[in-house]
């Protein structure tokens, strides 16, 4: 799997600024709030349970921030539209993963500006951000609103099946994290996806007849 | 050095919580400021609140107003001037005659003591509509891990009865008997407390019930009892405290959270009992409100939770939401997350974080069923640690003291669970006679409790989490060896003192003691004496301690904390959905298995055909 020779190309430009700049403070804030929700919820200490807490809060008020620009930012720009599900070449990327990527197959999926995510990963980062992370933020305020509003809390939710969807959610988003570290190694080379991902250009990337 | 005195240096030298969090205070200023300002400016974009006032900083800053009154709010202020009176001139040859003196104005005082708990030691529960009607609860019917129970000891116990006089005819405890004792209104109205402590000094109490050791030395007298008679006043906390610090056989015995060190406390010790301005200035009155001699707050009546809907100050009940609210916490950081606590956590359980914090200790041993070892003058003896804590007594026991104890945290909702003699225990509870004499010696908290975690209770709250009048409350147990019937285990009344021969402290012999106890109650008796491993609850109310040493979060809030091992509840950071965290960790190890698979088969497919995946 090392990097082998090609012509040289910067390829094509994948991520604008704001949206590099979204991911990763996404990112760090994902990790940290999985870490420190982890905690509260009871599997190590070391900030303790307060502190922990705080800063949970905190760091999810960011996150909302954060999505809130995003949001903005996919409407405005139209980059919504490269999460709109298809199943065009589905099963040949399933494929791909399953037995090509041992034989050295080509992707079938070339990213292009009009379509920067193959089938499954258009599918998994919809999943991400219409099921996971609204399940999060929704039921996280609530479980906020239940201990600074006392007297806006819905009386009729129960709290526990509140607390218990936003574990599950943080359970997925954490299963999430670790097949996406994993599938950003899996682009042309072992590190192609990720310095796209930081410098914007995708050097394997097709033009957007492909 | 005894393991005794190590055991409690340890337990006095453990930083409190309010500590760990202050030594994190510095690194968490910094932070706790920007947080601060973030969090303050991403609510205001987010437009959810502009007012809300969260802040990441600690509970460690909480400096909540006391919304309760100042002493100078509620002090009594009167027309009478008790020093100028004529009727109290005196000479008085009794205390009688000062009653008498007292009674020619205040000439419903004794038609109104008569009625109260404090005369006649009784209480009849109220029983629902229907139900069989409850065993009567006071200090005459019940008994406990100390002193045992009165019905046997009336003339000794009635040294700190109001009467002012002891007295032996049960009849006396009833007003309507006819026979009924007389008030002593010098017991709670003379300010010092000097009067009561003499009184039943000089009235010839038994010395070993409140004294472990024979002391020498003058009892303490009162001379003028015109003087005296000319101070007095509302009650104080010296003259409450003279019987109630000193409950079961000498300072902070029974209860450590009400002991002489309450009478001048510091601000650390007791927020509400410390002198203005760092405290309140409280007296015992100013929470336990009176109405004609009716005092309120009694352990008997009333949960941790009963009484948001029984203001203190309109003179109903002492409890802590009475001044404070059940939502107390408004001022604080986060306080609406803290005041979420109230309806399944006792105001105690958070705010007394230690009882017997003062000099003063509090028992948390005592083994009867060593008493009369005698010394090699074959006279009684007490045997001490290296500290010079008595941990043998002849006419006692062995017993063992603790200062800083943490208290117990369990759910109550009040209502008392009450053994009386006669009671019977189960025969699991009946151990070998000196069980306590070894624990006694080491004198180690935590051994103490682990010996005893199987024994009965003589006395215990109810409650539990699924009933919604049952809190979080801190209790102190007391762990006691205690006579019984060794057929059918109930629980034995004593003679302890007297002229009698059969007395347990005048010859030792407890099966005599206990036939003449049992008689004295009305109990049948086998005639042979065993012992059994009892428990009892006491109610932890007092030396609330300044916020900022209040219990923080972690406290419990974590697997190994306070309430690790209380059952019941959902509590964050120490519970969750089983089912769930094992479906979401099976989630995660799928996940993190597959992709680890799948690296595997990279790679060794890689190495297989020595070439790049593409060319």
């Known amino acids: 799997m090392t990097d082998t020779a090609r012509p040289k190309s910067k390829g094509i430009y994948l991520f604008t600024g704001f949206e590099r700049f979204w991911h990763w403070f996404q990112a760090v804030l994902v990790i940290f709030l999985l870490m420190s929700g982890s905690e509260i919820h009871g599997f190590y200490s070391l900030l303790g349970f307060e502190r922990a807490l705080n800063m949970h809060v905190f760091a999810a008020f960011t996150l909302l921030v954060l999505w809130m620009f995003a949001i903005f930012w996919h409407f405005v720009t139209g980059q919504w539209r490269h999460y709109v599900p298809s199943t065009h070449l589905m099963w040949a990327t399933i494929l791909f993963y399953a037995f090509g990527i041992f034989f050295g197959a080509p ?20 999943g991400f951000k219409v099921a996971m992370a609204p399940a999060a933020w929704i039921s996280g305020l609530l479980l906020w609103g239940y201990g ?60 957007d007849k492909n | 050095m005894s393991r005794l005195h190590r055991g409690v240096i340890t337990r006095q030298s453990r930083p409190p919580v309010a500590a760990v969090f202050a030594e994190n205070a510095e690194i968490g200023k910094r932070v706790a400021i920007t947080a601060r300002l973030w969090l303050r400016s991403l609510m205001l974009v987010i437009g959810l609140v502009g007012t809300i006032t969260s802040q990441a900083s600690a509970q460690s800053n909480i400096t909540e107003e006391a919304t309760a009154p100042t002493m100078a709010a ?66 005459r019917h019940l008994t406990n891990g100390f002193l045992l129970s009165t019905p046997s000891n009336v003339g000794s116990c009635t040294s700190c009865h109001i009467a002012g006089t002891r007295f032996d005819d049960p009849q006396m405890f009833d007003a309507s008997s006819g026979s009924a004792a007389p008030v002593d209104c010098l017991s709670c109205h003379e300010p010092t407390g000097q009067w009561t402590i003499a009184n039943f000094h000089e009235g010839g109490s038994t010395c070993s019930m409140c004294h472990d050791e024979r002391l020498s030395g003058d009892t303490p007298e009162i001379s003028d009892l015109a003087a005296v008679a000319r101070t007095v006043g509302p009650t104080t906390r010296a003259s409450c405290g003279a019987c109630h610090f000193n409950a079961d056989g000498g300072a902070g015995v029974k209860h450590g959270d009400l002991n002489p060190d309450l009478i001048n406390p510091p601000v650390t010790l007791d927020v509400h009992m410390a002198a203005a301005p760092e405290g309140a200035g409280f007296s015992c009155s100013t929470c336990h409100t009176t109405n004609e001699h009716f005092v309120a707050g009694s352990r008997y009546e009333g949960g941790p939770g009963r009484s948001p809907e029984h203001p203190a100050l309109t003179g109903a009940a002492a409890s802590c939401q009475g001044c404070h609210s059940a939502t107390p916490h408004s001022k604080v ?45 074959r006279k009684p003896m007490t045997q001490k640690d290296a500290d010079g804590r008595i941990t043998y007594a002849t006419e006692k026991g062995n017993f063992a003291v603790a200062g800083n104890v943490l208290p117990t945290l369990i759910w109550s909702n009040g209502r008392l669970t009450q053994q009386r003699p006669g009671s019977e225990l189960p025969a699991s509870a009946v151990t070998d006679a000196a069980a306590g004499s070894d624990l006694a010696e080491e004198g180690d908290l935590a051994a103490i409790a682990a010996a005893f975690a199987e024994a009965p209770w003589v006395s215990s ?45 005048n010859r030792f012999n407890w099966e005599n003691a206990v036939e003449s106890g049992m008689e004295a109650a009305n109990l049948p008796f086998s005639g042979d004496v065993a012992f059994a491993r009892v428990r009892q609850t006491i109610p932890v109310n007092h030396m609330v301690a300044p916020a900022d040493q209040a219990l923080g979060c972690v406290s419990c809030h974590s697997s190994d904390g306070l309430l690790a091992d209380l059952p019941g509840g959902f509590l964050p950071g120490r519970d969750g959905p089983i ?25 060794g497919f890689g190495i297989y055909h020595r070439r790049a995946r593409h060319d």
């Not at chain 1, 070339?110 to 599918?123: E, L």
């Open chain 2, 74 to 139: 509620v002090a009594a202020s009167s027309t009478a001037d008790h020093s100028k009176f004529s009727q109290l001139a005196g000479p008085f040859e009794s205390s009688q005659e000062v009653n008498q003196a007292c009674l020619s104005c205040h000439n419903t005082g004794a038609e109104q003591l008569h009625g109260t708990i404090h005369f006649t030691w009784n209480l009849q529960p109220e029983t629902a509509a229907g139900s069989a009607a409850a065993l009567p609860l006071g200090m």
């Open chain 2, 333 to 377: 950081a986060s306080g609406g997350r803290l005041d979420r606590h109230t309806d399944r956590v006792a105001c105690e359980t958070c705010h007394i974080p230690a009882i017997a914090r003062g000099e003063t200790t509090t028992r948390v041993l005592w083994d009867w069923s060593t008493v009369g070892q005698l010394g090699r003058d």
């Open chain 2, 461 to 505: 709250y109810e409650g539990d989490a699924e009933d919604a009048q049952s809190r979080i409350a801190p209790v102190k147990v007391m762990h006691s060896v205690v006579p019984i019937d060794a057929e059918s285990h109930g629980l034995a009344a004593v003679l302890f003192s007297g002229r009698s021969g059969d007395a347990l402290w």
């Open chain 2, 579 to 603: 089912w769930l965290d094992q479906i979401g960790l099976a989630i995660l190890a799928l996940t993190l298995a597959t992709v680890l698979l799948h690296a595997m088969l990279r790679i």
């Open chain 1, 107 to 126: 992707h079938p999926f070339r990213p292009t500006a009009a379509r920067k995510h193959n089938p499954m990963q258009a599918m998994a980062y919809l």
């Open chain 1, 148 to 207: 600074m509003f006392p007297d806006l809390y819905p009386g009729d939710l129960p709290i526990l099946w509140v607390n218990a969807i936003h574990i599950a959610a943080a359970f997925l988003i954490a299963a999430f994290l670790i097949a996406h570290l994993y599938l950003i190694t899996t682009g042309e080379t072992v590190t192609a996806q990720i310095k796209a991902m930081i410098t914007g250009w995708d050097e394997h990337g097709g033009d």
